[in-house]
DNA sequence: ATCCCGAGGG
DNA sequence: CCCTCTGGAT
């Protein structure tokens, strides 16, 4: 009965998001590493901006480890937090010289072993970078399916096996991405726009702001 | 002024 | 669990 409101949010998101899409503009897993890394609290239109430059320099793991900050920080500065970002960057191109063989490995267990690369960035890595079947629950998913009443959780490792549970394997990588779109928006942290959502009519919390 | 597609650390 | 890191968009 759950999966079938699954269903209906999927599809009725589906529409209203016809094109919803990883809006990173990498494919690569290493590419999608390291634009994960740079996406936090930054659009990915600005990402986009810096990628091209940033992978002409620095195109692989190996290159990446070596970089010398002074070289380094200037190029992904404008995307914020670019300390810690520098420091992502290098510290997991490092272990993926190191360990890995310069390949961004597949598993879950391998990718959270790199460090600055938690769980959200590696399920983006496997969702669209290998095509493993998962949802990327990052803020804006957990929201939505939270104020949706998919989930009644509220850590991402949960939300992600409940809503793991009600998607066909064929529906989990989009699903993430229809969640994203519709987080950015419709259903906004702040100023919720229940009034503009085809979803109201099933949401709990339609006209509600509070979580 | 205030918020933002994360992760590590206290 | 709460804090911090940062520039850019609104």
Redesign the pocket.
């Known amino acids: 009965m759950t999966k079938k409101r699954a269903r209906i949010i999927y599809e009725r998101l589906t529409e209203m998001y016809p094109d919803a899409r ?3 503009d990498f494919r690569d897993p290493f590419e999608l590493l390291v634009g ?2 740079l ?8 990402v986009n901006k810096v990628l091209p430059a940033l992978f002409e320099r620095y195109p692989d793991a190996a290159a990446m480890a070596g970089a010398k900050p002074e070289n380094l920080l200037p190029l992904i ?9 520098a420091k ?1 960057l290098q ?1 997991s191109s490092r272990v993926l010289t190191e360990v890995f063989d310069g390949q961004v490995p597949e598993s879950m267990e391998a990718l ?1 072993s ?9 399920n ?1 890595i496997r969702g669209d970078g290998f095509g493993i079947p998962g949802v ?1 629950v ?3 998913c957990a929201r939505v399916a939270f104020r949706l009443g998919l989930t009644k959780r ?3 490792p949960g939300i992600e096996r409940d809503l793991e549970a009600l998607l066909p394997d064929d529906a989990k990588i989009r699903f ?2 229809l969640m ?2 519709h ?2 928006k419709i259903c ?3 100023k919720p726009r229940c009034q503009d959502c085809s979803l109201a009519d099933l949401c709990p919390k339609a006209g509600v702001v509070l979580d």
């Open positions: 990883c809006t990173l994960g890394v996406a936090a609290q930054c659009t990915d239109e600005r500065q404008s995307c914020g937090l670019f300390r810690n970002k992502a510290g959270l790199l460090p600055g690369i938690g769980r959200k960035i590696a983006l990327v990052d803020t804006h509220k850590d991402p993430g991405h994203v779109a987080g950015r906004k942290a702040q």
